[in-house]
């Protein structure tokens, strides 16, 4: 191996410095230019273990009904704001939110994260989340005869 600043073969193991923002392998002598790095502790991971749990939760995720927001939750948001009389402000206040945030919302400019999506639900006393069942895509593929489309999985909302 040679120095990345000289060039020169390096002996033994090269020495880790870090020259105006940029981290070299470099001899002895060039290390003294920069500031010498330090190695980063290695993790070990027992390999069984750590498969097995992430098979575990990948099984768990992959059954379980995942959730997702309905596609006018603005629309329910904003009625339920007007039924109760609050204006966006309050609103805000009451969940903790900035109004842009809730005016996107009701807008339809903004989907909101689940986090956010409970706050209004439970404020406004609406229901936006609706669980969705996993699909088992095999039973697809063997039932078509002409093979899996995205018209045979798709449900369609009306």
Same mark, same amino acid.
């Given at each position: 191996m040679r120095c990345e600043i000289c060039g020169k073969p390096i002996s033994g193991k090269p020495i880790r410095t870090k020259?105006?923002?940029a981290v070299l392998d470099t001899c002895k002598e060039c290390s003294k230019l920069g500031r010498i790095q330090?190695?980063?502790?290695?993790?070990?991971?027992?390999? =069984? %273990?750590?498969?097995?749990?992430?098979?575990? !939760?990948?099984?768990?995720k992959?059954? @379980?009904?995942?959730?997702e927001i309905v596609e006018n939750f603005g629309n329910i948001c904003k009625q339920a704001r007007e039924s109760k009389g609050w204006s966006r402000e309050q609103l805000g206040e009451k969940i903790q939110e900035k109004v842009s945030v809730i005016k996107k919302i009701e807008s339809g400019k903004m989907t909101?994260?689940?986090?956010?999506?409970?706050?209004?639900? =439970? %404020?406004?006393?609406?229901?936006?989340?609706? !669980?969705?069942?996993?699909?088992?895509? @095999?039973?697809?593929?063997?039932?078509?005869?002409?093979?899996?489309?995205?018209?045979s999985i798709v449900k369609i909302k009306k």
């Amino acid at each position: 191996m040679r120095c990345e600043i000289c060039g020169k073969p390096i002996s033994g193991k090269p020495i880790r410095t870090k020259v105006d923002g940029a981290v070299l392998d470099t001899c002895k002598e060039c290390s003294k230019l920069g500031r010498i790095q330090k190695a980063p502790p290695q993790r070990q991971i027992k390999r =069984k %273990t750590a498969k097995k749990q992430s098979t575990q !939760k990948y099984q768990r995720k992959r059954d @379980e009904p995942s959730e997702e927001i309905v596609e006018n939750f603005g629309n329910i948001c904003k009625q339920a704001r007007e039924s109760k009389g609050w204006s966006r402000e309050q609103l805000g206040e009451k969940i903790q939110e900035k109004v842009s945030v809730i005016k996107k919302i009701e807008s339809g400019k903004m989907t909101p994260e689940l986090n956010l999506a409970y706050k209004f639900e =439970k %404020t406004l006393n609406i229901k936006i989340i609706e !669980k969705v069942d996993n699909l088992d895509l @095999e039973q697809f593929k063997t039932s078509s005869s002409g093979g899996l489309t995205l018209g045979s999985i798709v449900k369609i909302k009306k």
